[in-house]
Antibody, heavy 124, light 109 residues
Framework: QVTLRESGPALVKPTQTLTLTCTFSGFSLSTSGMCVSWIRQPPGKALEWLARIDWDDDKYYSTSLKTRLTISKDTSKNQVVLTMTNMDPVDTATYYC????????????????WGQGTLVTVSS | SYELTQPPSVSVSPGQTARITCSGDALPKQYAYWYQQKPGQAPVLVIYKDSERPSGIPERFSGSSSGTTVTLTISGVQAEDEADYYCQSADSSGTYRWVFGGGTKLTVL
């Protein structure tokens, strides 16, 4: 059974750096075709893909946020970490991590399953 | 930036067929994926690669593709299908980015 769980602060102040950890089980990030992505959802709004890290350590970032995001993995701990710098109230959202399957060409992927998500509020 | 366009809402009576569309210029070349999200829950994959159904997803969920539009069809809609549905695909520019549609609220009358 594949499970993922996000952890991190529920409240951050503007300009601070957010660090979120995704701890997963049931698959290995050293297996070809396995990746982990971060996706967020502001309250009442749509989903937004943020970043992806692959089994071979390739990394991809949202074009609009790439200067603020860093994704990394610790394969031995089954963890993926996302940092987002210079947080702003508009970054208030539920942040999800999801196993990302890339069976062939790296351009094609889907997210399954997802963690339960963690709500991050940015406020002074 | 690349966008996937969905209708904000779709309403159907129980037992009827619901069709939710998603339009994007790159959809003829890129697969589409569909997720169901119920209130307070994480999204769940219901269709992958345009029309494939993951194990555990009821047969009443199906997907199809025609040109720049993909469609999620739910046959014999049940009350439990009331949820938000999001399509997802790859950015058209080939820059290895992924996008979601704006979501469609399915209401079961």
């Amino acid at each position: 059974q594949v499970t993922l769980r996000e952890s991190g602060p529920a409240l951050v102040k503007p300009t601070q750096t957010l660090t979120l950890t995704c701890t997963f089980s049931g698959f290995s990030l050293s297996t070809s075709g396995m990746c982990v992505s971060w996706i967020r959802q502001p309250p009442g709004k749509a989903l937004e893909w943020l970043a992806r890290i692959d089994w071979d350590d390739d990394k991809y970032y949202s074009t609009s946020l790439k200067t603020r995001l860093t994704i990394s993995k610790d394969t031995s701990k089954n963890q993926v970490v996302l940092t987002m710098t210079n947080m702003d109230p508009v970054d208030t959202a539920t942040y999800y991590c999801a196993r990302t399957l890339v069976p062939a060409a790296k351009i094609e992927n889907w997210f399954d399953p997802w963690g339960q998500g963690t709500l991050v509020t940015v406020s002074s | 930036s690349y966008e996937l366009t969905q209708p904000p809402s779709v309403s159907v009576s129980p037992g009827q067929t619901a069709r939710i569309t998603c339009s994007g210029d790159a959809l003829p070349k890129q697969y589409a994926y569909w997720y169901q999200q119920k209130p307070g829950q994480a999204p769940v994959l219901v269709i992958y690669k345009d029309s494939e159904r993951p194990s555990g997803i009821p047969e009443r969920f199906s997907g199809s593709s025609s040109g720049t539009t993909v469609t999620l069809t739910i046959s014999g809609v049940q009350a439990e299908d009331e949820a938000d549905y999001y399509c997802q695909s790859a950015d058209s520019s080939g820059t290895y980015r992924w996008v979601f549609g704006g979501g469609t609220k399915l209401t079961v009358l």
